[in-house]
Every structure is written in C-alpha cells, then in structure tokens.
C-alpha cells in the first residue's frame, strides 16, 4: 500500500505549483447573484438554528414595548427630577427672602422705598409729574431773543379733558368701538378776554 501512494506523491510532487494570480485570471468572474446564490446553498439548517431563531424574533417581539416603555420612563424620571431642583431653587431664595425680612434695618428700608414713609420730625418730598420729556424737541428747538407771549385757553381744555373723560367707555368694553367727538376749538384769543 505504501509502494501506491509513493508514485502519486512523487506525482504531485513533479507537478510546477500555479501562481495564485494566473489562477485567478484563468478562473471565469463570477456575479455576484452567482456567489450570493452559492453562499446561501450552502447554508444548512438544522432544528436547533430554527428553534434559536424562533426564540430570537419572539424576545424582540415581546421585549420592544417594554424597552420603549422604559426609555419613556427614564425621560419622564429625568423631568422631574429637573423639576424638583427648579422647586428646590425657588425654595431656597424664598427662604433667603423670609431671612432678609427678619432684619429690621431691610424692613425700614422697604418702607422707606415703597410705602414712603418717613420718621418722625422727617419732611418728605414727592414730586409727581407725569409729563413725558420731549428728547429731541428741545435740541432742536432755537432759542430767540424776543419774548412771545402764548395765550392759552385754559377754559377750553378743562371742556375737553371733561368730556374725554366723561365719554370714555367702561372698563371692559371695546376701545375701538366707541370713540369720544372732540370739541371744535375756538380762538386762543376769544376765551382770555
């Protein structure tokens, strides 16, 4: 039996080994349909892969809303619990707050500012004006050297304040629907005399 298998070892022996690369020139280029279609023949099946498999899809199945569930869950824990350092924030300047007003000197301040109130033998003066400062008229306005004389009509703006007033609509209603006639001016120089 040795004596037959020498002859074919010194066969195989003689024979020039090829070039991978001129093999691969040789060989026809396959598609890749054609090695996509070899690979999957040449899978095989066997109970146990199925069984797995099985398993497989069904933990996905049952496992994917319940994993949903506890992404949700984790953002929702993550909310409060930026709530509740928010809440405790505000807990705490309202606590820093109540400690500034047991100082007494803070409570006479804030009279002071907000009620204005004053000690006693103390003189308090509050100017009250209402009157919008024109900003750029007075820049630009130029100064004369002559003196004018205006003559207002006191009269006839104390008729017009008193009837804007008392033709204003009532709290609540709508502005734009009820609008106050405005008085026709007369002459400056009529109601001074």
């Known amino acids: 039996m040795n004596a037959a298998r020498r002859p074919e070892r010194a066969a195989r022996a003689a024979k020039p ?14 598609s890749i349909r054609q090695v996509a279609s070899t690979w999957l023949a040449g899978i095989r099946f066997s109970g146990f892969s199925i069984i797995m498999m099985g398993v497989l899809v069904l933990a996905v199945v049952v ?11 984790r953002q929702q824990i993550a909310e409060l619990k930026a709530e509740v350092a928010r809440q405790e924030a ?21 009279a002071r500012e907000r009620l ?5 033998g103390e003189v308090s003066y509050l100017v009250i004006d209402d009157r919008t400062v024109p900003s750029s008229s ?15 009509d006191w009269m006839q703006t104390m008729l017009t304040s008193m009837m ?4 204003a609509p009532e709290a609540g209603a709508d502005p734009a629907a009820t609008t106050a006639p405005a008085p026709t001016p007369t002459p400056a120089d009529e109601g001074n005399r």
Request: a negative charge; aromatic letters at 8%.
């Open 63 to 73: 496992l994917a809303p319940s994993i949903a569930e506890y992404a949700k869950q």
């Open 116 to 120: 204005y109130y004053v000690r006693p």
């Open 90 to 110: 505000a807990v705490a300047e309202l606590a820093q707050e109540r400690e500034r007003w047991n100082d007494e000197t803070f409570i006479v301040t804030q």
């Open 138 to 152: 007075t820049a630009d306005a130029s100064v004369s050297a002559e003196v004018t004389e205006l003559r207002g």
């Open 17 to 30: 080994k090829a070039d991978p690369a001129a093999a691969k020139a040789r060989a026809p280029r396959q």
């Open 164 to 167: 804007t007033a008392g033709l």
